[in-house]
């Protein structure tokens, strides 16, 4: 029975070992049970919770433009480590990320309508959402602003990204 259970779970998409074995939970399989089979699977392949996250965070790095924030705590909330989660957030550098940013505001800046400073605080908190740390959306939004237009770039020219971020890091204090 329990065997059953995880390989339904599996059929869905990979899992890690703490989704399976919060499902044979659910299901009242008791906890010797579970680690017997959750034990058997890891020790053949079935279940491999680094492979799982490495997995995680490019598809959710490279399909939802996510940060290393977001993705780490997504990879909490499905049972992952933090050793774990570290070493496959680490494939993405600080690099990456703020490329990503880049990317994303200017996909959304092209539909994007409104004052200039109204736009730079609606992309500045889209990229907050996906995780991104205050400099990094800051520096972002200003560098794509300032490709748009001379009246947007103007803009940008005003934004003192180093102060902002300062600021906004202690608001999250």
Known sequence: MAREICL?????????????????????????TASEVL?????????????FARAWVTSRH???????????????????DGDTASEALGELDE??????????????????????????????????????PPGVAIRAVKEALAEQSAEAAEFAEQIDADALADAEEEGLR
């Open 95 to 132: 690099t990456t990320e703020a490329e990503t940013a880049l990317a994303l505001v200017r996909r959304k800046l092209r539909t994007a309508r409104g004052e200039p400073d109204a736009v730079f605080r609606r992309l500045v908190g889209m990229l907050a959402r996906k995780g991104y």
């Open 8 to 32: 339904r779970q599996l059929s869905v998409r990979p899992r890690t070992r703490a989704e399976l074995a919060a499902a044979l939970a659910r299901r009242g399989i008791s906890e010797e």
């Open 39 to 51: 034990d058997r699977y890891d020790e053949v392949g079935i279940i491999d919770d680094a492979a």
């Open 62 to 80: 490279a399909g939802r433009g996510l940060a290393r924030r977001a993705l780490a705590n997504e990879l909490r909330q499905r049972g992952v």
